[in-house]
Structure formats: C-alpha cells, structure tokens
C-alpha cells in the first residue's frame, strides 16, 4: 500500500464547475500537506500549504484536512480551462524534510 | 525571476555515459532537494541539503547517483554509467529552512537515455 493514494483520473468537468481532487494516506504521523499544480513537462507550482485539520482558503482554491479519516481533499470554485493540469497531494512528518506525493489526478476543464 | 532554476532542461544520452545537472535555488533559501518523476507518477525524493549538508539520501539514490552543495547554494547531481531505467525527470526543489518548509520546485531537467 502507498502511502498517499490519490485517484489518477484524467477528471472531466465543464467550465466554471466546482471540481473535488482527493487524497488519502496511511501515516497518521503525517502532519503537512500540501497540494501542487503541474503542467504538462513543467514542474510542480505550489497551491495551498497547511498544518492543521480544517479549510484554508485561497482565492478560487481550498484545502481541507481531515486527520481523523486521513483525508485531504482540494476544492476548485469557477474552475477555467487554464485549470487543466495534474494536481498533486503531498505530506510530510514534522521535524523530517521531505515530502511523499501521490501520483498525481490529471484535470480537464472544457470549454 | 528570482525562482529554482535548473540546466540543462533536457539531456538525452546514450546508456553508460554519465550526466551532470545543475539547480540553482531560491537565493535565501538554505534547504535544497532533489526528487525524480517519471511518467504518470508524483515526484519521489532523493536527496536533500541544509546549506552544503547533505542530511538524508533515499535508497532510490544507488551508488551510481552523487549530489553535491559545495559552497551551500547551487547543486549538481551527477548519475554515472546511466542506464534506461534512469530516463525520467530530475527535479529540484528549495525551502527557507525556518519551521515553514514550504518547497518551490525548478521546472526539472528531463533525461532519456537511449
């Protein structure tokens, strides 16, 4: 089993849809997560950082975590064209540096 | 544009040649990354630096793989005897090395090896 599990896709949705990208991971001494944008051969653009259970908002993007489930989720307001990319969770344990990705889910947004 | 920058941004090579990649990281930043991607999964760590520390290398990182920091800002990977396996995308990453450890990443070096 990985460690951070994450739906490949591709997802499929219309302009200004609310999109939901999902991760869960096994590690309950995961305390950081992080979500990532990736285009296509270009490298990882960093979204949303957080610590703690909750939302954190920013603009049209925001992250939820759920530690009691291992659940980290991404929702996407008014998603554009321009969205279409490969979205990818990340997480690390405090006091360690590096990070565990999922495999990333591939976007598409029609216009 | 003050970002991770990295060169060569593709290298292809024949099998046993060795290769040598540079990142240049954020300018303030003291933590530095390397992670490798290949089609279709998320980037997996090799290796990190605080200044020219290398503090944890994965088991991914075979003999035949070198990192270096040697003044505590720009880095080299160097992959010797390179092998098919190796083709994939080399990415770089920095970080602040406060509590906040947010990485930013370089927009990698892709190597195929024929």
């Known amino acids: 089993q990985k460690e951070v599990e994450q739906d490949p896709g591709p997802l499929s949705v219309p302009e200004g849809a609310i999109v939901s990208l999902n991760c869960t991971y096994s590690n309950s001494a995961f305390q950081y997560f992080m979500w990532y944008r990736q285009y296509s051969r270009k490298g990882p653009e960093l979204l949303m950082y957080t610590y703690s259970s909750g939302n954190k908002e920013d603009g049209r993007f925001t992250a939820q975590v759920d530690k009691s489930s291992k659940y980290i989720s991404l929702f996407i307001r008014d998603s554009q064209p321009s969205d279409s990319a490969t979205y990818l969770c990340?997480?690390?344990?405090?006091?360690?540096?590096?990070?565990?990705f999922g495999t990333g889910t591939r976007l598409k947004v029609l216009a | 544009d003050t970002g991770v920058s990295q060169n060569p941004r593709h290298k292809i090579t024949k099998r046993g040649q060795n290769v040598t990649f540079r990142c240049d990281p954020i300018?303030?930043?003291?933590?530095l990354y390397w992670y490798r991607q290949t089609l279709g999964q998320g980037p997996e760590f090799l290796t990190y630096?605080?200044?020219?520390?290398?503090?944890?290398k994965s088991r991914l990182l075979s003999d035949r793989f070198s990192a270096e920091r040697p003044k505590g800002s720009f880095s080299t990977l160097e992959i010797q005897r390179t092998e098919q396996g190796d083709s994939a995308m080399y990415l770089c990453?920095?970080?602040?090395?406060?509590?906040?450890?947010?990485?930013?990443f370089g927009p990698g070096t892709r190597l195929t090896v024929l």
């Open positions: 990340a997480t690390s344990i405090s006091g360690t540096y590096k990070y565990i």
């Open positions: 630096f605080q200044n020219e520390a290398q503090l944890e």
């Open positions: 300018s303030e930043h003291n933590r």
């Open positions: 990453a920095s970080s602040q090395g406060t509590a906040n450890n947010e990485q930013f």
